[in-house]
C-alpha cells in the first residue's frame, strides 16, 4: 500500500478521500488556490502546496504543477477525484510517465470512453444497447441539423467531451437547433475545451440508472449494483439512491452484465460507472418492461457513490487505493450483496425559484445533523466546507451531501427529511428547503421517476409557499424577547420587558417576507405575551428554550403560537432572521422605518450581473427594440451559461462591458429604457 498520495482536487471529494487514506494509514498531500488558503481540505490533510490562483485554470487545471509537487513531496500516487482532471488521459498518462500512480484507469480507457461518439461505437462493438442517434466527426452545423431531422424531434445534443449536463441541450423543434446548437458549443469549450457534439434521439418518459464497476490490474471485474439518478434540473443529479426502486432482478443482472462487457471493453482499472438511460414504454407501474440504452461512462469516482457504499457496506475509496496499488479487488461478484436502501440529497448554493441560478456568499451560520461517516445505517454529511466559509464563484455550488440509510425505502426517506430539516445554512442561498419539497412530492415518494419529474411537479415545488408567515413571525417575535431578557442587567430600569405603572405596553415590527409588508404587534401582559400577525387576532405567544440536550443540533425555541406548537432556531445576521422550524424554514427582514423612509426605488430598466461570471455575448445592440423577456446577454459563471432576459418592453441604451470581460455581482451589464 502506499505511504503517500496527493490528492489533486477540492472541497467535498478532497476531504472524503483523506477521511479514507487516514483511516488507512496512508499520509496526504493536499492542493490548494488562492481562494482555497484556508479550506477545509487543506486543514484535513497531513500536508497542503500551494498551486497558483483561484481560476481552476490556473491551479487545478494546471496538471504539471501537480505532478511536479506530488514528486517533491514523496507521494507515490495522485488520486484526482472527480471533475478537474479526474478524465484527462493526459494528466494520467503523465503521471505514469512521470513514475507517479494515478489513481483511476490507464490513459487508454479514460481516452476511448472520454469522447461520447466514440465510446459509443465501441459499445456497439460490444453489444451494448445503443440510442439511435449521429456520433460521427463532421460537425458542420447543416450536417447536425440534417441529422436531427432524419432522427426525428425531440432531440438530444451532447458535448462528446462532456459531462455532468454541461453542454447539453433538448431541441423540441428543427427551428430551435442552430441557436442551441451554438449554445451548446459554447459551454463545451468552456467546460472541457472541445466542441464536438453528438446528436441523439430523446428518450421520453426515461429514468437515468447507472451501474456502479471496479476492475483491476488481475483482470477482474464486478458490478457494485445500481442507482437511479433520475432526479435532475438542468440535467444535473438532485437526489440519487441505491437501489433503483422497482428493478427487477432479472433486469438488475442484465444491466450489471453489461456494464462488465463495456469495462473490459475497454480493459478496464478501477472505479467507473456506466450510465443508462432506462426508456419505460408501459409506464412506472411496469418495470419489467423496461429498456435500457447506454448512455456514457464516467471514467472516475462518482459524486453519489456513497449511497452504494451504504447498501453494500464497501469503502470505494479504500478499493481504488488498493487496486492502484496492484491489489485484486476485495471482493468477487458472488460475495457481493445490497441490505436496506439509501438516498442522497446534493445541497447546493443555489436559488431554485430562479432557475437554479448558483449563489455565492459567507457560511454565517452552517449546522448540521448528528451523523456518521462510513457505518452502514443513519445519516452520513460529506462536506468540504465549515462555518466561515465562503462559496466563491470559482468552483461547483455544491456545499454537502446528505446520505441517509434505512432498511427500507420510507425509512431512508423519512431519515433524509429530518436530516435536511436540521441542516441550517445562513449566509447563501441554498436549494435544502427545495430537497425536502421534491422528497415529499407524489411522484419521488411513491418511487414514480422519470427525468421530467422536476418538471412534472412544478406546481408542488415552485409555485406555493409552504411557510407559516405567522409561526415565522411569532418565532422572529419570541427570538427578539429572549434576546432582550439575555442583554438585561439587575438595574430594573435596563429591563425592556414593557413593564409600565399604567396601561398596557405594545410594540410594532415591519418586516419583509418574500416582498411583502408583514406588521407585528405585541403586547405586554402581567400574564404574558400576545402577538397580532398583520390584520389577525392577538393571540397569546408562550416560549421557553431548550437546553439542546435532545439531539438538536443547536438549543432550540419551544414556541406556541395561534394554537400551534412548533420547535424553532432562529438566527440572526444583520436586519434578518433566518427561522428554520421542523415543517420550513423562512427569512425576514425586519425594516428599519428611518431608512425605510429615505429609501428610494431602483432603476428598473438596469440590467445587473447576478452573480460574478464572465460575458460570453450579447444578443442585441444599442438602439435596438427589444420585448419582456426576450433573451439579451449570456454570462458564464460556475461552469454554467446563464441567459440575461429584457425585465420589460423598451430601446437597448447602451452596452457598458463587451464579451469575454469579467463582471463583478451588481454589475450593470446594459440599460433598456423602457418604450414611450
Known sequence: MFKKILIANRGEIACRVAATARRMGVKTVAV?????????????????VHIGGSAPAESYLQWERIIAVAQATGAEAIHPGYGFLSENASFAQACDDAGVVFIGPPASAIQAMGLKAESKRLMGEAGVPLVPGYQGEDQDPALL??????????????ASAGGGGKGMREVHEAAGFADALASCKREAVNAFGNDAVLVEKFVENPRHIEIQIFGDTQGNVVYLFERDCSTQRRHQKVLEEAPAPGL???LRKQMGEAAVAAARAVNYVGAGTVEFIAEQPDGYDHPENIRFYFMEMNTRLQVEHGVTEAVTGEDLVEWQLRVAAGQPLPRRQDELQMRGHAIEARVCAETPDNDFLPATGTLHVYRKPPHTRFEVGGTRFDDGVREGDAISPFYDSMIAKVITWGETRDQALGLLDDALAQTHIVGVSTNVQFLRRALATPSFSQARLDTALIVREKERLFDQDPVDVDMAVAAAAAWTVLDERAAETADPFSRRDGFRSHGVASRRTDYEFNGELVVAKLRYLDDGLQLQVGDGNFQSLAFARQSGDDGLVVPGIDLRYGGRRDVVQVYHHGNQLHVFGVEDAAQLTEIDPLAAAGGSVADAGSLTAPMPGKVVSFAVKAGDKVSKGQPLAVMEAMKMEHTISAPLDGIVGELLYAPGDQVAEGAELLRVDPAS
Open 248 to 250: 427487477t432482478p432479472e
Open 32 to 48: 490548494y488556490s488562492d481562494a482555497d488558503a484556508h479550506a477545509k481540505h487543506v486543514a484535513v490533510c497531513d500536508e497542503a
Open 145 to 158: 441539423q440534417r441529422e436531427a431531422d432524419k432522427i426525428g424531434y425531440p432531440v438530444l445534443i451532447k
